[in-house]
C-alpha cells in the first residue's frame, strides 16, 4: 500500500483550502508524511484559520499563504489538490490547467489508492438521506466484519491472511480527512463514502467510481454553485456510476434511474424494495425507511443475509444533526435537524414527528437562515397543516420566507430572531408538556454561523444549557 507514498513524495504540492472543518488539516499532515512539500493556500486570514493552522506549525515541510491566493503557486506546482468547495471555475485552477498542472481531489485520490490496493469502496450520494445510508451501511459492517472474516479469504495476501477486515467511513464527514485513512486500509477492507456533488467532480478527472454506488434521490440543491443548472449538478453526481466496471453494482431510486438512462449508463441500476414491514427501526419517519432500504441493498450487493442486515439496521440510533432527539425538557421533547438545509428535508422530517393520528399540531419548530433560491410552497403548506408555532431566525432565506406572496404562514410565527439562543429560549416559552421543539433551519448557515457545523455545535450546546 506504498504506491500511494510515492506518488506524492518530494513533490510540490499546493493544498487550495484548508477550512475550520479538519479535513484540509488531516490531508495535510498525511501528504507532510509522505515526503511533499506543501504550499498551503486560503482566502480567509491566519487569525481565521488559528486553530488548523496551530495543528500544522511544526511541519518544516509545509508553508502557508493565506489571506488570499498567489497565481506562482499554481503554475510552478507538481499537482494541485483542491478542497471540495472551491469551483473548478475558479482563476487559480484555471491558471493551473492552462500551466499543464494536474488539479485532483483528496477523497477521488483516496478511492484510486484504496481500489487499487484490493479494498472496495461503497460510495452514497444523493440530495438528501446520504449521510443517513451512509452511516447506515457502516454501522452494519462494522457489527457483522467480525464473523464477515472468521475466516481467512483465500484472496488475502500474506500481510493480510488472519486480519480482520476492517471498515472505513469517510468522505464527507467532519473532522475526518479520509486520504489520511490510505496507511489503514488493505485488501480485503471495505471503506464507505459519504459523497457530495463537488467531491464526485473529482471522480470524473480520475475516471473512477465506487465498486458499489448509491444515489438515493436528486432535488433542486446548491443552486447558488451551480447557477441553476439541474443538469451540471446531475453530471457530477453521475460521476459515482459513470465509471463503473461490469461486476460492480449501481443503485438508484427510480426518478433517479430514469435520468441515469439517458446518460451513457454502463450498468443496470437496482431499485431497491420497500423495507419489509416487521423490520422496526428506531429512528422516526417513512423517509428514514427508505434511507434504510438503500443501505439493506448495498448490503445484500456485499453478501449479507437479511437477517445480518435487519438484526443490525434495528440497532441504528441515527446520525448527529439528522432528526436527532437530543433531551427532553419538562415534557418537552427537543430535536436537532440541523442538517435539513433544504424544504423538502424539513418537510421529510415535520411528517416523521407529527401526530397524524389525531391531526393535533404540536410541533414548534425553528426554521430560517441564508436563502439558497429553493421554492419554499410545499414547506410553507406543511408547516401550516403540521405546526403549532414557528419561530424564525433572521437571514436572506427568512426574508423571501415572509415577503413571499404566493404563499403565506398561517401558524403562530414569532421573530425573526438574530441569535438562536433567543429561538431557542422562545421555543421552551411557548411549548408545553407533549409539545416537540424541532430545529430544522431548511436553509444554509452563512452569515450567523462559521458553517453547519458550528450551528449544530452551537444548538446542541444551547440545548445542553437548559434547565432541567
Not at 92 to 116: C, Q
Request: with cysteine.
Amino acid at each position: 500500500m506504498q504506491e500511494y507514498r510515492h506518488f506524492f513524495e518530494g513533490k510540490r504540492i499546493t493544498l487550495l483550502g484548508l477550512g475550520l472543518l479538519g479535513r484540509g488539516v488531516g490531508d495535510a499532515e498525511f501528504l507532510a508524511h509522505c515526503g511533499a512539500n506543501i504550499v498551503v493556500t486560503d482566502k480567509k486570514t491566519e487569525v481565521e484559520l488559528a486553530e488548523s493552522v496551530a495543528r500544522l506549525k511544526k511541519y518544516p515541510n509545509i508553508e502557508f499563504h493565506l489571506g488570499g491566493h498567489k497565481i506562482e503557486d499554481f503554475i510552478t506546482a507538481d499537482m494541485i489538490i483542491k478542497a471540495a468547495g472551491v469551483q473548478l471555475n475558479s482563476p487559480e485552477i484555471a491558471a493551473a490547467r492552462a500551466a499543464g498542472v494536474p488539479v485532483y481531489m483528496s477523497t477521488a485520490l483516496f478511492t484510486k489508492y484504496a481500489t487499487d490496493a484490493g479494498a472496495k469502496i461503497v460510495g452514497v450520494t444523493g440530495t438528501r438521506g446520504k449521510s443517513t445510508v451512509a452511516h447506515m451501511i457502516f454501522h452494519v459492517l462494522k457489527h457483522t466484519a467480525p464473523r464477515q472474516s472468521s475466516q481467512p479469504s483465500p484472496e488475502a495476501t500474506a500481510g493480510t491472511a488472519g486480519r480482520e477486515r476492517k471498515v472505513f467511513l469517510g468522505g464527507n464527514i467532519r473532522g475526518k480527512s479520509t486520504l489520511s485513512m490510505l496507511p489503514e486500509v488493505q485488501k480485503g477492507d471495505i471503506c464507505v463514502l459519504e459523497l457530495d456533488s463537488w467531491q464526485l467532480q473529482g471522480f470524473g478527472d480520475l475516471q473512477i467510481s465506487p465498486r458499489v454506488a448509491v444515489i438515493t434521490n436528486l432535488m433542486l440543491d446548491h443552486l447558488n454553485y451551480y447557477r441553476g443548472d439541474m443538469d451540471a449538478y446531475f453530471s457530477d453526481k453521475a460521476n459515482i456510476f459513470r465509471f463503473q466496471k461490469p461486476g460492480d453494482v449501481f443503485i438508484a431510486g427510480a426518478s433517479v434511474a430514469e435520468r441515469a438512462h439517458a446518460n451513457a449508463l454502463p450498468l443496470d441500476p437496482i431499485i431497491p424494495e420497500s423495507l419489509p414491514y416487521a423490520w422496526k427501526l428506531k429512528v422516526l419517519g417513512e423517509h428514514n425507511r427508505e434511507n434504510a432500504s438503500f443501505a439493506a441493498t448495498a448490503l445484500q450487493a456485499l453478501g449479507l443475509s437479511d437477517d445480518e442486515i435487519r438484526e443490525s439496521l434495528e440497532s441504528f440510533e441515527g446520525v448527529e444533526g439528522r432528526l436527532q432527539l437530543v433531551r427532553e425538557v419538562g415534557g418537552v421533547k427537543i430535536y436537532n435537524d440541523n442538517n435539513a438545509t433544504t424544504p423538502e428535508a424539513v418537510v421529510a422530517a415535520l411528517r416523521a414527528l407529527s401526530d397524524v393520528r389525531f391531526r393535533k399540531p404540536n410541533i414548534i419548530l425553528i426554521v430560517g437562515g441564508a436563502d439558497k433560491g429553493l421554492d419554499m410552497s410545499e414547506l410553507v403548506a406543511e408547516i401550516n397543516k403540521i405546526c403549532k408555532v414557528v419561530i424564525l431566525l433572521a437571514g436572506t432565506g427568512t426574508s423571501r420566507l415572509l415577503e413571499a406572496r404566493s404563499y403565506k404562514l398561517e401558524a403562530s410565527t414569532h421573530g425573526p430572531y438574530d441569535s438562536l439562543d433567543q429561538t431557542v429560549h422562545k421555543a421552551l416559552e411557548l411549548a408545553k408538556p407533549g409539545d416537540a421543539v424541532l430545529f430544522s433551519p431548511a436553509f444554509a448557515s452563512f452569515g450567523m454561523f462559521k458553517n453547519e457545523y458550528d450551528r449544530n455545535d452551537q444548538f446542541l450546546t444551547l440545548v445542553d444549557k437548559l434547565a432541567p
